[in-house]
T-cell receptor
């Protein structure tokens, strides 16, 4: 079956513009995660979804960041009024919630803010 | 809070050399520990894991032992191949129902023929 997919794979945007990043999890996976990988940093947790609700948004760096999930499937991460420090690779992962080792990661979206 | 510290790269080795990538952690309780690998152009893949002290995780010739006394989970391989060139991430899960993983910064490994 298909793995986790993300689009676009690369996005270049001007400072101040809004961007939307999309994640298609593995079919049937109830849990979905967004992480951010900045240059020289590890992977930072951003947000966790269980179904369509987000019980843990603790990693979102500011109120410019938001995310939603619809139909228990596709998720969109939106960054408003992008800043240069938002440049990073945004990774999505999904799991069937059978345990932490079963997170399957997508290839990521590389965001560059100029 | 939870944190993971792994050796900074890049690490460059010749084929068949011995590999060690150090990883130490800080966590409450008794975390589960993981190594993930990211090959060029691909997503992260789970390489191996250990869920309790003295457990040894192993896969594809790689091994790591959960050492509670030294809070470490060092990755080792006896003879690396060119195909092992990738970025390696150490990670932990310390509990709770959301299964959030805390990652180290990653170590880039390049293996030359």
């Amino acid at each position: 079956g298909a793995g986790v997919s993300q689009s676009p794979s690369n996005k270049v945007t001007e400072k101040g513009k809004d961007v939307e990043l999309r994640c298609d999890p593995i079919s049937g996976h109830t849990a979905l995660y967004w992480y951010r990988q900045s240059l020289g940093q590890g992977l930072e947790f951003l947000i966790y979804f269980q179904g369509n609700s987000a019980p843990d948004k603790s990693g979102l760096p500011s109120d410019r960041f938001s995310a939603e999930r619809t139909g228990g499937s596709v998720s969109t991460l939106t960054i408003q009024r992008t800043q240069q420090e938002d440049s990073a690779v945004y990774l999505c992962a999904s799991s069937s919630n059978s345990g932490p080792s079963e997170q399957y990661f997508g290839p990521g979206t590389r965001l560059t803010v100029t | 809070g939870d944190s993971v510290t792994q050796m900074e790269g890049p690490v460059t080795l010749s084929e068949e050399a011995f590999l060690t990538i150090n990883c130490t952690y800080t966590a409450t309780g008794y975390p589960s520990l993981f190594w993930y690998v990211q090959y060029p152009g691909e997503g992260l893949q789970l390489l191996l894991k250990a869920t309790k002290a003295d457990d040894k995780g192993s896969n594809k010739g790689f091994e790591a032992t959960y050492r509670k006394e030294t809070t470490s989970f060092h990755l080792e391989k006896g003879s690396v191949q060119v195909s092992d060139s990738a970025v390696y991430f150490c990670a932990l899960y310390s509990g709770g129902s959301n299964y959030k993983l805390t990652f180290g910064k990653g170590t880039l490994l390049t293996v030359n023929p």
